[in-house]
């Protein structure tokens, strides 16, 4: 199993995700030798055998769920060292599983008021100290909030993003990879482009000093009521802005609403994998969870048009 151990450090999962998947594989195959039969000939009639003799011993739905996955791992790695050509586990899903539950979906024209209604004060000939501070932060929050809206990055990635990332003479920005992402490049809308050359060039250039250790960090903080410095805590960039977003747009949740509304609103432009890139997940089954937005939306719209009775 040690090759299959390297398989899935080449995934980036973590250590214990590594270890249970091994140990669910090893019980398959263990199961599989049971029933004369072993993995590199096993059919979907095996994985849901072994599924239903899981069940049988009463394990939860959530349980075998994790099993299914560490099995379609393990397929994927025998398809890759070319000892079969299929994944027998692939399209093998297990019902009553708890799905996550998605936020309601804003209209595109709701997204774009987050954007234009968020007012930037004017730079005045003597400002006091908290003037600046509430200016420079504004500035860099409208920047924020627009590649929440028209890129769907959520605040991890917004904190991880460099100065090297922003690419204005391509018009793009990168968004690293993680244990729970894929990397991705994405274009940026000809509104944000402006917007976020004032910000790299002038806002940023003056909150560094308020900011000793920012190294390429693109999105500083600003320092707080009554200090001169900026901490290295981010959280309180959040906490405001998403204070400030809810008194302007009363149907506004978090930003995780945001996301959503976005990556629902990709889905009727652009196809699943197009989706699933845009987004960053890793697996397309994370995209096709927010298809349900899109599902309710139409039985909405059909109960609304076409009432029965």
Same mark, same amino acid.
């Given at each position: 199993?040690?090759?299959?151990? +390297? ?28 029933? *004369? ?64 539950? =998605? ?12 954007? +234009? ?29 627009? =590649? ?18 922003? *690419? ?96 629902? +609103? ?14 960053? +997940? ?28």
């Amino acid at each position: 199993m040690a090759g299959f151990e +390297h398989y899935l450090i080449a995934k980036d999962l973590s250590k214990v995700t590594i270890k249970c998947y091994g140990m669910y594989a090893m019980d398959f195959i263990t199961w599989l030798d049971m029933q *004369n039969t072993d993995a590199d000939h096993a059919t979907g009639g095996d994985v849901t055998g072994y599924l239903s003799h899981l069940k049988q011993k009463g394990q939860a739905n959530i349980t075998r769920s994790n099993n299914l996955i560490a099995i379609r791992h393990f397929f994927n790695y025998r398809v890759h060292c070319e000892a079969r050509q299929d994944n027998p586990a692939q399209h093998i899903k297990i019902r009553g599983i708890k799905r996550k539950i =998605l936020y309601p979906a804003m209209s595109i024209k709701e997204l774009e008021s987050l954007c +234009h209604n968020y007012t930037v004060p004017q730079q005045e000939e003597k400002e006091t100290h908290l003037c600046t501070v509430s200016r420079l932060s504004r500035q860099r929050n409208k920047s924020i909030l627009g =590649l929440m809206v028209w890129q769907g990055l959520v605040t991890a990635e917004i904190n991880s993003l460099t100065t090297a990332d922003l *690419n204005l003479r391509a018009g793009t920005i990168y968004i690293a990879g993680t244990r729970k992402s894929n990397e991705r490049t994405l274009e940026l809308k000809p509104q944000q482009i402006m917007e976020l050359m004032e910000y790299q060039l002038q806002t940023r250039k003056e909150l560094l000093h308020y900011n000793k250790e920012a190294g390429g960090k693109l999105f500083l903080p600003a320092p707080a009521a009554g200090k001169q410095n900026a901490g290295s805590d981010t959280a309180g960039i959040w906490k405001r802005l998403s204070e400030e977003v809810k008194k302007q747009h009363p149907r506004f949740i978090n930003f995780l609403q945001v996301r959503t509304s976005v990556i629902t +609103h990709w889905l009727r432009q652009y196809n699943l994998r197009e989706v699933q890139y845009m987004a960053g +997940h890793r697996y397309v089954s994370s995209t096709e969870a927010y298809q349900a937005n899109n599902l309710e939306e139409l039985q909405e719209d059909i109960n609304k048009y076409h009432p029965i009775g």
